[in-house]
């Protein structure tokens, strides 16, 4: 059974970045779509990034196009979200999860998903 292990999330300066990885453990997650969410209080759940091992497509959400970038790294099993030109209202706890073949941007259609590592961004 995969496990999903986020980490990097931390304070930052608006302006400033920050790198986050979603470490895969028990298998290799190589071949498997991986997205990134993210969810703030009181708020939904909300797309970020998606990639597709495979194929090598990616896709983000509309708030983070230009600032954000998902990339993968085969040989440590592990997938990283490059944040920059943060915003306060990028604060949320961030995860990542295996799946999103049906729909990258529905958090449903993901199957496995880590315990999330939390951003905050200061003014």
């Known amino acids: 059974q995969v496990q999903l292990v986020e980490s990097g999330g931390g304070l930052v300066q608006a302006g400033g970045s920050l790198r986050l990885s979603c470490a895969a453990s028990?298998?290799?997650?190589?071949?498997?779509?991986v997205g990134w969410f993210r969810q703030a209080p009181g708020k939904e759940r909300e797309f970020v990034a998606h990639?597709?091992?495979?194929?090598?497509?990616?896709y983000y959400g509309d708030s983070v196009k230009g600032r954000f970038t998902i990339s993968r790294d085969n040989a440590k099993n592990t997938v990283y979200l490059q944040m920059n030109s943060l915003r306060p209202e990028d604060t949320a706890v961030y995860y990542c999860a295996i799946g999103g073949i049906y729909s990258a941007t529905i958090p449903t259609t993901y199957g496995n998903w880590g315990q999330g590592t939390q951003v905050t961004v200061s003014s």
């Open positions: 990639i597709t091992w495979n194929g090598g497509a990616t």
């Open positions: 028990g298998r290799t997650f190589s071949s498997d779509n």
